[in-house]
């Protein structure tokens, strides 16, 4: 029992929700020997784990930006040293699941801005696509290399109460966070060394050199070494520290719009021995600021000239312009559809339950049951946007009311989900705080899952929203590659 095997767990909370690493007041058999690490090291031990791990994270620079924050703008992102498990039997399950789902969301890409077979056989109405913030008429017909549109996707997970893991959302564009799992595991490696090895954990730190593989694979031009390029907004953007990094481990240039110059059909870097050709673009910028010609003219961020390039052939853009469309949380509802139209499978990892307004009798419903829901904008993010009912004052859900009313296409409602919960330090104890997973999918030649993922978590108690914009942290994902030892 925790309480016989020290104080710091005796209060521990393991009822409340799916606790990953504690049921029944005993740790799980994949956690023993985590179990047996946290409950046989000192406190004043781990208290200094704890503090040198944030040390090495400040050292690193693993900052993220919080517009408008009266505190400051850059701001560390908060790390707890107790490792998320994963085993073996769960993350296969996970990784066949992302394998399906990407595969059918890249088909529906291709088929949105192709034949539309999915509108015209009214499997999705064509005003859920035609009213997408991010669809792109500008992209019908576009054919990117291998036909692949989406080749870094970051898809959210959450694990409910019965411990079933669903998707809460993908994340198509450009998302961000794999940065901090690789400063994670870094961190985590020098504080457990023995722990890791023990456990058969799997590794991550090959995600840069499996990135530049897959980049390199979608060059247009098949030269020995195609030119890549990371393509950032600049220092101010809030994942800029993962751009730096990312370029900085594949050995590549970080660049900006104004380095980059559409020129006879080509893509061409400045540089002070003059241009260099440029054959793959990690872009990290939305569709509407790549090209002032074709987007946003007022765009200072992206190169004009480049979409026509992108048409004809001579430069790939890593993700596809368009993939927006399928970030959009009412198409999201759409995806289990989409697997069961392209694939001809049943979903592997199912989503969670999902009201869209736009239907007369979902909308109905919804504003029936606001104190119970949670109700999201289709196309925001980071917490932003979004209402939890059954915490949420009055005044709040009547606000959500009328913009659900006045634009009903724009929301979406779901069930709470009690999130799963680990352990994490809280001053000289531990406690259950709520989780997420975002595993991240590189699709190339083939498609390669990254064993594990960013664990985010609700750091504020009872919280449900992990975000790292409204107060989250996140831990290092341990997958264990076979059953642990006891």
């Known amino acids: ?41 000192s406190w004043e ?23 408008g924050n009266a505190e400051g703008t850059e701001k560390i992102l908060p790390f707890d040293i107790v490792p998320r498990l994963v085993t073996a039997e769960d993350w296969g399950a996970i990784e066949r699941g992302l394998i399906q789902r990407v595969q059918a969301l890249n088909l529906f890409l291709q088929d949105i801005y192709g034949p539309q077979k999915i509108l015209q056989e009214g499997r999705i109405p064509r005003d859920v696509i035609s009213t997408a913030a991010h669809y792109r008429p500008l992209c019908r017909g576009l054919k990117p290399p291998l036909g692949v549109w989406c080749h870094i996707t970051g898809t959210d997970l959450v694990r409910d109460d019965k411990g079933r893991f669903l998707v809460l959302e993908d994340n198509l564009r450009c998302p961000s966070g794999v940065s901090y799992v690789l400063e994670n595991r870094r961190v985590l490696k020098r504080i457990f060394p023995e722990l890791f090895r023990a456990l058969g954990v799997r590794p991550v730190e090959d995600y840069p050199d499996r990135l530049l593989d897959t980049l390199q694979s979608i060059a247009p031009r098949r030269n020995a070494k195609p030119g890549v390029v990371v393509l950032t907004p600049g220092p101010l953007n809030s994942a800029y520290f993962e751009h730096a990094l990312l370029a900085r481990s594949m050995g590549v240039p970080l660049v900006q719009g104004q380095d980059l110059v559409a020129y006879k059909g080509r893509i061409l870097l400045r540089t002070t021995g003059g241009f260099e050709p440029v054959d793959v673009i990690y872009r990290r910028i939305d569709d509407d600021f790549l090209d002032p010609q074709a987007f946003r003219p007022d765009s200072q961020l992206g190169v004009p000239g480049l979409m026509e390039v992108v048409r004809a052939g001579g430069v790939a853009l890593a993700n596809a312009p368009g993939t927006g469309v399928a970030d959009d949380k009412v198409v999201y509802a759409y995806v289990p559809d989409m697997i069961r139209l392209y694939l001809d499978q049943d979903p592997i990892l199912p989503n969670v339950p999902t009201y869209l307004c736009w239907r007369a009798q979902d909308r109905a419903y919804v504003l029936e049951h606001l104190d119970e829901l949670v109700v999201k904008s289709a196309n925001e993010a980071g917490g932003y946007g979004m209402m939890i009912g059954p915490r949420a004052a009055a005044a709040e859900r009547e606000d959500f009311r009328r913009k659900i009313e006045a634009a009903p296409r724009n929301f979406i409602a779901q069930p709470v989900v009690t999130l799963s919960r680990a352990p994490i330090i809280v001053d000289d104890h531990f406690e259950g705080r709520h989780v997420d997973l975002r595993p991240y999918v590189l699709y190339g030649p083939s498609i390669r899952v990254l064993p594990g993922g960013l664990t985010r978590v609700a750091l504020r108690k009872g919280s449900l929203v992990v975000n790292s914009s409204q107060g989250g942290g996140s831990k290092d994902t341990w997958v264990m590659a076979e059953a642990p030892p006891c």
């Open 1 to 41: 029992m925790i309480s016989k095997l020290t104080h710091s767990f005796a209060e521990y909370d393991d009822t409340s929700a799916y606790d990953e690493m504690i049921e029944g007041g005993e740790f799980r058999p994949h956690a023993r020997a985590m179990g047996r690490t946290l409950t046989e090291t």
């Open 45 to 67: 031990a781990l208290a200094r784990h704890q503090q040198s791990a944030e040390h090495m994270m400040r050292g690193l620079g693993a900052t993220f930006t919080v517009y």
